[in-house]
């Protein structure tokens, strides 16, 4: 008996072929998926701190926001700025529609509420767009053992058929070798498939959730500033309206 990798596939099944055949094809659609997300996560990453330091100067104290917004056509790649920018744009308008209100403390902080209420929104679209793959890993991951056992069980089948075939040798040990090595080769086959395709579903579930944070860091604080710009508007707005209300003494007449 050839118990080389050459020898036992040849001494395989159909049905047996076939899964080691489904099951090499799901380890290069996983390798795919994580080469895809791997390229994809880097560049994600890169882009988004880039942009990060551009964004800086326009959320200074002496920087002008409204600037910060063309900056959207030089990041489209950078999911952070994807989501702070439809942020920006967001506390605009809502100033626009405001119009005299603007000064009312009240509403503008009600303004600040819908612009995180919808960078919250923007950047879950943009988990579950880089979450594309990660469901196809983890059913390959908990899929492929049982492809394996699949062919196992086939395996099983036919060294018992030989088992009991008196013209085979009616059950010596030579006769179910290869039944039993056809058996073991797909279940190992499986779980390495499936070993591989959990590692890289666990690594890029890791980098996505790091992905998440660092939006949620800069959401969090572009929300800070705005509220720190509107309540300093509101003060110097206060200090004038006081200044040019004060009331004048008047001078009192001689007695």
């Known amino acids: 008996m050839d118990f080389s990798l050459m020898g036992l596939w040849s001494q395989m099944g159909f049905i047996a072929r ?3 055949i489904t099951l090499l094809g799901m380890s290069m659609w996983a390798v795919g ?3 895809e997300r791997f390229i994809t996560y880097s560049k994600a990453r890169k882009r988004s701190l880039e942009f990060v330091a551009a964004l800086q100067p326009h959320l200074s104290p002496k920087g002008k926001m409204e600037e910060a917004t063309k900056l959207e056509a030089e990041w489209d790649d950078a999911p952070m700025a994807r989501v702070i ?3 920006l744009k967001e506390f605009r308008q809502g100033l626009s529609e405001l119009g005299s209100a603007a000064t009312d403390s009240v ?19 943009e ?5 594309k793959g990660l469901p196809v890993l983890a059913t390959i991951a908990s899929s492929a053992p049982f ?3 699949f062919g196992t069980v086939f395996g099983i089948i036919t060294a018992f058929q030989l088992m009991a075939d008196p013209a085979a040798g009616g059950g010596g040990l030579a006769t179910v070798s290869a039944g039993i090595a056809e058996a ?3 279940t190992a086959v499986g779980l390495g498939v499936a070993i591989v395709a959990v590692w890289f579903f666990n690594y890029f579930t890791t980098k996505l959730e790091q992905l998440g944070g660092l939006i949620d860091d800069a959401t969090g604080e572009l929300v800070d500033r705005l509220a720190h710009k509107t309540r300093r ?9 006081a200044v040019h209300s004060s009331p004048v003494r008047p001078t009192p007449e001689p007695v």
């Open 33 to 35: 998926i994580a080469l």
């Open 233 to 241: 508007a509101n003060l110097e707005v206060g200090s004038a309206t």
């Open 147 to 149: 492809v394996g056992l």
């Open 85 to 87: 920018i439809t942020g």
């Open 184 to 186: 073991l080769l797909t």
């Open 127 to 131: 988990m579950a767009s880089f979450s």
């Open 107 to 125: 509403e503008l902080e009600l303004l600040v509420h819908s612009v995180a209420r919808t960078m919250d929104r923007a950047k879950k679209r």
């Open 18 to 20: 076939a899964v080691v």
